[in-house]
């Protein structure tokens, strides 16, 4: 793939031009709020929306509430397998940053030594906003829009090829759902026995939640509300 970017006569080269053609027209204070939104503020906005659900989801009850718990517990845990599946996906291709390869690109942050191909940012943060989606459809389709931006961002700032990017959406999206029956069958049971712990049960069941399913939940077994005209994916 590396051989790929070596040329600017490819739609992936071109499309990393246009992009960043971008941050040489806009404004140095625009460029400096999308380095740090692209490095660091989506995921952290990313971390932020998974307590938020937690928050809802543990507020609301029900009789999901260890199942939707579980799955959020897989977001960041489906991050980090994809994170360390992309670690021998990155040594086999050793595909070089592009401002190697590519003169004239506005690189925004500096320091970027590994090689590009597939985006950590993207796969961290694609897996996580898919991981979402199986616990809540409203957040879940909030953490892919966050994704989507970041990995806008990452080509935006010339530190990642277009390709690099949809690799990373690829990697993160079949980590989060092929590994999830998997993940739930194993974190499921550890949930229920934490919430029913002295010390653990806050943490899934706020003091006097309702006993209905979760609006929105789409783990295993839940149902949607009456008049959400939402159907469960796992039916």
Request: hydrophobic letters at 50%.
């Amino acid at each position: 793939m590396a051989g790929l970017a070596e040329t600017g006569s490819n739609p992936d080269v071109d499309l990393l031009y246009d992009i960043n053609g971008l941050a040489k027209d806009a404004p140095r204070w625009f460029d400096r709020v999308v380095e740090v939104v692209g490095e660091y503020g989506l995921l952290a906005a990313m971390v932020v929306l998974v307590v938020w659900c937690w928050w809802s989801v543990r507020r609301r009850g029900g009789d999901e509430a260890v199942s939707s718990v579980a799955a959020l517990v897989w977001a960041p845990l489906a991050a980090a397998v994809a994170v360390i599946v992309n670690i021998p996906i990155r040594g086999f291709v050793e595909r070089p940053r592009p401002f190697l390869d590519h003169q004239g690109l506005e690189v925004l942050v500096s320091g970027k030594t590994d090689y590009s191909f597939v985006s950590d940012h993207a796969t961290i943060t694609m897996a996580m906003g898919v991981g979402l989606f199986v616990a809540n459809r409203r957040f879940g389709v909030a953490g892919i829009g966050i994704a989507l931006v970041e990995g806008f961002c990452r080509v935006y700032m010339g530190v990642h090829y277009p390709t690099d990017v949809v690799g990373g959406f690829a990697l993160g999206t079949a980590v989060a759902l092929l590994l999830s029956p998997l993940a739930m069958a194993l974190l499921t049971p550890v949930t229920r026995a934490v919430e029913g712990s002295a010390w653990g049960g806050a943490l899934i069941r706020a003091r006097g939640a309702g006993s209905g399913a979760g609006r929105g939940s789409v783990v295993p077994g839940a149902r949607a509300e009456a008049g959400d005209g939402e159907r469960d994916l796992a039916a």
